[in-house]
C-alpha cells in the first residue's frame, strides 16, 4: 500500500520555525520527485517546493530563502524545514510524489503527481 504521511505542522508566530515531515513507503521512493504543496482557505493549491532523485531542489518565489527542502533515500523520508514563517503562510500542506523520467526544472503541477498525502495544517499567526 503506498503511503505519504505528513507531520509537523502546528500553531506558530510569525517569525517562527516549523519542520515538516513526509513519511513514503510503498512505491521505490529514490525514483521520485517530492514535492511539498500548500493550500490556504479559498485559494487553489500551489507549489512550495521540489526535490528531485539526485537532491536539486527548486522553490517558489514566495518561500526561497526561508525554506529548505531535503531528503533522506535511506528513511524514505522528505523535510522541509521553513523559517521566518509569515501568516500567509497559513494553509494545509502536502506532499506529493511523481515518477521522474525526465529533467525537472520547474515543481510540477499538482496535475502531474502519483500519490499524496492527507496534509498537515500549518498556522501562522501575526
Known amino acids: 500500500e503506498v503511503q505519504l504521511v505528513e507531520s509537523g505542522g502546528g500553531l506558530v508566530q510569525a517569525g517562527g520555525s516549523l519542520r515538516l515531515s513526509c513519511a513514503a513507503s510503498?512505491?521505490?521512493?529514490?525514483?521520485?520527485?517530492i514535492a511539498w504543496f500548500r493550500q490556504a482557505p479559498g485559494k487553489e493549491r500551489e507549489g512550495v517546493s521540489c526535490?528531485?532523485?539526485?537532491?536539486?531542489?527548486i522553490y517558489a518565489d514566495s518561500v526561497k530563502g526561508r525554506f529548505t527542502i531535503s531528503r533522506d533515500n535511506a528513511k524514505n523520508t522528505v523535510t522541509l524545514q521553513m523559517n521566518n514563517l509569515k501568516p500567509e503562510d497559513t494553509g494545509i500542506y502536502y506532499c506529493?510524489?511523481?515518477?521522474?523520467?525526465?529533467?525537472?526544472?520547474?515543481?510540477?503541477?499538482?496535475?502531474?503527481?502519483?500519490?499524496w498525502g492527507q496534509g498537515t495544517q500549518v498556522t501562522v499567526s501575526s
Open positions: 510503498g512505491f521505490a521512493f529514490s525514483d521520485y520527485v
Open positions: 526535490i528531485t532523485k539526485n537532491g536539486n531542489t
Open positions: 506529493a510524489a511523481v515518477r521522474e523520467i525526465h529533467t525537472i526544472l520547474v515543481i510540477p503541477s499538482s496535475h502531474a503527481y502519483d500519490y
